[in-house]
């Protein structure tokens, strides 16, 4: 029997450990049912990690991160954080991981589950049967650029300074994994950038040209600026498959795209880093929603964002595709049988606590297995 995979559960703050709660009971479900078991370790992170130990990422998360197979999130953030300096802002322990474990593939699938075509605000043609991927860089752009900050000049005008910086490798090895992925998909890309304004978004079209001529010149490459793309992807989302795009553009449009599925409840993701020698490569996922303080601790959010993500673990980590496919089909059903949390109700439905949604995907998982 295989060994146990080794992973870190960081459950976060607001919503986040009561949806992590249900994926701890999924996981005891695959311990005692399938053949592949875990090993769980656990750490405060964000806001919860400074409020016991005065930072949002300890040294010792951080190291149990690098360490582990895979890490699964929950979410970070609060109001109550909001004067917290910067550099100790829960936001700012998520960066640090995503950024030491040099996770700079970020896939955030966007896909309309038929029992939820009713819940889009968009009309039921634009987005029935919809499964697109967004692929956002993760690791520099202006998140990361220095220089950067708020400073006072000579004459005592105060100004703040961001940096847009990409090196070619930093879009090359991302566009990469966009046309991979597009191959195993639909074999369509769409590239997006501002090179009508900005250095780096020339650049990021020159050096993916570049690739796509070398290396991938069997996938349908498409340039687009990522205004437009804002635009087609509520007027018109069937037409993308594969969107690769920087940092900042990509929080944006993964936003957009998850609108378009009708709840950022359903939404998971899975942020990657390179394949070592040994094929190894760090991991962590973790649903596109945030830490919804306005409802956390009300056991009424969707944990199935979260659910969805240990799912991709499974796919991406751990190349478990049945297992995958087991938990994913176990979602749909829940869905297609009436369960819902008050984010996804259709018309003269009740809604599910967060609870009784994890029973009713256990009890999918269950009638499934058998
Ligand atoms: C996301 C979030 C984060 C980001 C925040 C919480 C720092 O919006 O993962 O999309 O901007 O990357
Ligand atoms: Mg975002």
């Known amino acids: 029997m295989a060994a146990n995979r080794k992973l870190l559960i960081l459950p976060g703050d607001g919503i986040g450990p009561e949806v992590m709660v249900q994926v701890r009971r999924i996981v005891d479900w695959f311990d005692k049912h399938r053949a592949v078991g875990f090993d769980i370790l656990e750490q405060p992170v964000g806001g ?10 300890t040294d010792e998360a951080l190291s149990e991160a690098m360490e582990a197979d895979a890490v699964l999130l929950g979410a970070v953030g609060g109001p109550q954080y909001d004067n917290v300096p910067r550099d100790k802002r829960p936001e700012a322990g998520l960066l640090r991981l995503r950024k030491e474990m040099d996770l700079f593939a970020n896939l955030r699938p966007a896909l309309v589950f038929d029992a939820l075509v009713d819940a889009s605000t968009l009309k039921r043609e634009v987005v029935e049967g919809l499964d697109i991927l967004i692929l956002r860089e993760l690791t520099a752009g202006v998140y990361f650029g220095e220089p950067r900050g708020i400073e006072t000049l000579a004459d005592g005008t105060r100004r703040a300074i961001d ?177 819902r949390t008050s984010d996804i109700l259709g018309p003269g439905m009740q809604p599910v606590s967060t609870n009784q949604m994890g029973d009713a995907i256990l009890g999918e998982l269950d009638r499934l297995a058998t």
């Not at 566009?175 to 304004?197: C, I, M, P, Q, Y």
């Not at 993308?240 to 553009?249: A, P, R, S, W």
């Not at 478990?320 to 087991?326: G, S």
Request: aromatic residues 8%.
């Open 48 to 57: 919860a990690a400074y409020d016991l130990h005065g930072t949002p990422l």
């Open 163 to 339: 940096t847009q910086i990409y090196t070619e490798s930093e879009i090359r090895r991302v566009a990469e994994v966009g046309f991979e992925l597009a191959r195993k998909r639909g074999n369509r890309l769409h590239s997006v950038e501002k090179a009508n304004v900005m250095e780096s978004g020339v650049f990021w079209r020159e050096v993916v040209s570049t690739l796509h001529a070398d290396d991938f010149s069997d996938v349908e490459l498409h340039h687009m600026y990522a205004d437009n793309c804002a635009m087609q992807l509520v007027r018109w989302p069937k037409q993308f498959d594969v969107i690769v795009t920087d940092n900042l553009f990509g929080d944006i449009l993964s936003d957009c795209a998850a609108m378009l599925t009708g709840s950022l409840g359903m939404l998971p993701s899975a942020s990657l880093g390179a394949e070592d020698e040994t094929g190894r490569r760090r991991a962590m996922y973790e649903p596109v929603h945030g830490s919804a303080p306005d409802i956390a601790g009300k056991d009424m959010a969707n944990p199935l964002a979260t659910i969805l993500s240990f799912a991709m673990m499974l796919r991406y980590s751990f190349g478990l595709a049945d297992d995958a496919e087991l938990v994913e089909r176990a979602v749909q059903n829940a869905l297609a049988a009436g369960c």
